[in-house]
């Protein structure tokens, strides 16, 4: 990740905004799917860049993200992080651009830029007075075929990655802990993988490795552009027509498939580090909404998350944290919207000198219930206001509704999926949230992962 975290800022969203449907103008066909409330227009270049803008007059600013469909999730064994190296680099200069003069030049003109790479894509992002968004476009089409790589700058920033690696991961605990989760959970999935890659691949990287990546991944073709603010959608058009539009496609090829073969069997680790606490990761392995073959099922999952981590009337926190005082803390997650395969994962960290053994069944029993007691219909009506009514906070966000466009997109699901979003929600019921429970939470297909402290609790 460049610069600072980002993850802070996506979380901190106010305010309230209005539900929409969006309906296909067939008067207009790059004007794609309106409503009078909110309107998202969709227009495609003709060397395939896609571009997407959702007008918002609040305020005149604009937000501007461009989509790579590359991630760590893309890699192999000896390259893993790379993706996320290139992130990087491509802040340090391009043929017409010094290093570090794209960063001088948005924060000279006001605004704030960043970028991050996750499992299943690599964005670049701007916030800026929309007067300026002519400035941003022209930098990001420069940086997406124009990247100068001096081996000075890749060696200085090779340095920067391994060092943000031992600080995010190696020295702490949890990270840690959670990185090796992964690789014991998963066996042939690149998800086994940390996003920022292994230190061994990160030390053996070299310039033309990073050279044949960006020839690679990085071109209109495999990109999106969305833009969220104060705009004339016809406008951002024609301004991406004019930066992006005489770019040359790339010749993508799809990564080979690297699916994960099937569990037949509970696994186990214990994680030994310099910690005063321990902590407890157990994960399922569940299809996301990509890949699953009844869509329902993945929005029953979503909708038992918010069952058991949906603030502190959810299970875990109502039974372990404040009920048997198990737990100092306990959450679940599932997400939605992945490429690939992943894991409906569970999490806590023991009161004082619970075993973990102790809290692991705990958490067993609260998956059993599930699996045997539908859920009430108050409880399953409570929960699914909370999901809806968290979707509908964040997307008071210009830069989430950004977001949430580049993510369906960049994940193959297509943005329009959105549209459908609350109504899947709201007609979940509670067989299917028991269904989905017996179907996917079964021993065999569990993963546990135990913190085991090095460092004696001083605490008394």
């Not at 058009?237 to 073969?261: T, V």
């Not at 569970?346 to 809290?359: F, K, Q």
Request: charged share 20%; glycine share 6%; proline share 5%.
């Amino acid at each position: 990740m460049h610069k600072n975290a980002i993850w802070a800022g996506i979380a901190i969203i106010a305010g309230i905004v209005v539900l929409f449907s969006l309906t296909k103008n067939k008067d207009n066909p790059s004007t794609a799917n309106q409503s009078s409330s909110s309107t998202v227009y969709e227009h495609q270049l003709d060397n395939g860049m896609k571009i997407l803008v959702q007008p918002d007059t609040r305020s005149p600013v604009v937000v501007s993200q461009v989509w790579y469909k590359i991630g760590s999730s893309y890699e192999y064994n000896g390259i893993t992080g790379i993706s996320h190296m290139l992130e990087h680099m491509m802040f340090k200069g391009t043929k017409e651009l010094a290093p570090g003069e794209f960063s001088e030049i948005i924060a000279k003109n006001g605004g704030r830029e960043n970028a991050f790479t996750s499992r299943d894509y690599t964005a670049y992002f701007q916030t800026i007075a929309n007067d300026r968004l002519e400035l941003c476009l022209r930098l990001e089409a420069d940086r997406m075929r124009n990247v100068i790589f001096k081996n000075e700058e890749f060696l200085k920033e090779r340095d920067v990655v391994a060092e943000e690696r031992r600080l995010r991961y190696e020295d702490q605990p949890r990270s840690l802990t959670y990185e090796q989760f992964n690789a014991t959970a998963f066996v042939s999935s690149p998800y086994r993988h940390p996003v920022i890659g292994w230190m061994e691949d990160i030390q053996a990287y070299n310039v033309a490795d990073l050279e044949a990546w960006y020839k690679a991944w990085y071109a209109p073709n495999n990109a999106t552009l969305v833009v969220v603010g104060d705009v004339d959608p016809q406008q951002v058009f024609k301004l991406a027509e004019k930066y992006f539009g005489p770019l040359q496609a790339g010749e993508i090829q799809p990564p080979k498939p690297q699916l994960e073969i099937p569990q037949r069997g509970k696994r186990r680790i214990e994680v030994q580090a310099a910690s005063q606490v321990p902590y407890l990761l157990m994960g399922y392995k569940v299809p996301s909404l990509k890949n699953i073959e009844d869509p329902r099922e993945a929005y029953a999952l979503e909708v038992l998350a918010g069952i058991l981590d949906g603030g502190d009337s959810a299970r875990l926190s109502r039974q372990l944290v404040r009920g048997k005082q198990l737990a100092a803390s306990a959450g679940a997650g599932y997400n939605l919207y992945s490429r690939m395969d992943s894991l409906f994962i569970l999490s806590a960290t023991p009161v004082g000198e619970i075993p973990i053994n102790t809290l692991e069944q705990a958490i067993l029993a609260e998956i059993e219930q599930l699996k045997q007691e539908p859920v009430s219909a108050t409880e399953l009506e409570r929960v699914k206001t909370q999901v809806v009514a968290a979707d509908i906070y964040q997307r008071d966000s210009m830069f989430y509704q950004g977001m949430r466009l580049g993510i369906l997109e960049t994940v193959g699901l297509g943005w329009t999926v959105m549209n459908d979003y609350v109504e899947n929600i709201q007609s979940v019921t509670a067989e299917q949230v028991q269904a989905v429970a017996n179907k996917y939470f079964i021993n065999k297909h569990l993963t546990v992962a135990e913190l085991v402290p090095t460092v004696q609790n001083s605490q008394p």
